[in-house]
Structures are given as structure tokens and as C-alpha cells.
């Protein structure tokens, strides 16, 4: 006796392990500004990690910790599991310029704008002319 539990996206990478799926997101987006309360067109672009500052607490905590003789202090992770990380797009408004953002699935492949490989066609001709 088996429950029936509805297909989810999660379970369609496991059916189908080969399938590499590639994202790809316009730079444009209609979408709800909070600052001007209504939908106004959205600048999209990915989110990256900015430098770690030197003055931030716990960086100072550890710094100090490490200091002197004595090696590690602290445990290093090794036992990294996942292979990509979730992508996280970064909208500005055009007309306020508040800036929010948006976690998205995992993917290795990931465009923003571009023209897929797929749907071009080649000007030279294909492989039958």
C-alpha cells in the first residue's frame, strides 16, 4: 500500500539525471516596485558576494583567536555536498532605484539576456543545404 504524492520539480531531476537545464532570464522585468507601490520596469542582474570586511566582528574574533601559537583554532568545513548554488537575481527599479532580490532555483547553466544556442539559427546554412 503506496501514498500517491503529487510530481514536483525536485523529483523531475531525479527522473531524469542527464538533463542539464539552462536558465535563461531577460534583463528587463515588469514587476512590483514597494518604494513606488505599483509595477515599473525592473533592471535584472545576478547578485554577487561583496569582499569580506576585515572590521566585522566575528572576522575580528577570529583574527584574534588564531593569533599566537596553538595552529587551528576553529573547524574548517570539508564535507561540501552540493554541487551549485541557488542563483540570486537583483532587481532595481528604474524610476526610485530601490534595489531588492530574488532567490531562484539551482542551475549550472545560467544567462542573463542572451540568445540560446538552441533556437538561433545559422546564417551559413545548417547541415543540409
Avoid at 3 to 23: D, E, W, Y
Avoid at 77 to 100: D, M, N, P, Q, Y
Avoid at 103 to 129: A, M, Q, V, W
Wanted: charged content about 35%; some cysteine.
Amino acid at each position: 500500500f503506496w501514498l500517491k504524492l503529487p510530481p514536483s520539480r525536485s523529483h523531475a531531476l531525479l527522473r531524469n539525471p542527464g538533463k542539464i537545464t539552462m536558465v535563461n532570464i531577460p534583463k528587463t522585468r515588469n514587476t512590483y516596485c514597494r518604494k513606488c507601490k505599483k509595477h515599473t520596469p525592473h533592471k535584472v542582474s545576478q547578485y554577487k558576494t561583496g569582499k569580506a570586511s576585515l572590521s566585522a566582528q566575528g572576522k575580528r574574533r577570529y583574527d584574534k583567536k588564531q593569533a599566537g601559537f596553538g595552529g587551528q583554532t576553529k573547524p574548517v568545513f570539508h564535507k561540501k555536498a552540493k554541487t551549485t548554488k541557488k542563483i540570486v537575481l537583483k532587481f532595481e527599479c528604474s524610476k526610485c532605484k530601490a534595489k531588492r532580490m530574488k532567490p531562484i532555483k539551482r542551475t549550472k547553466h545560467f544567462e542573463l539576456g542572451t540568445d540560446s544556442k538552441k533556437g538561433s539559427k545559422n546564417e551559413y546554412g545548417g547541415k543540409y543545404r
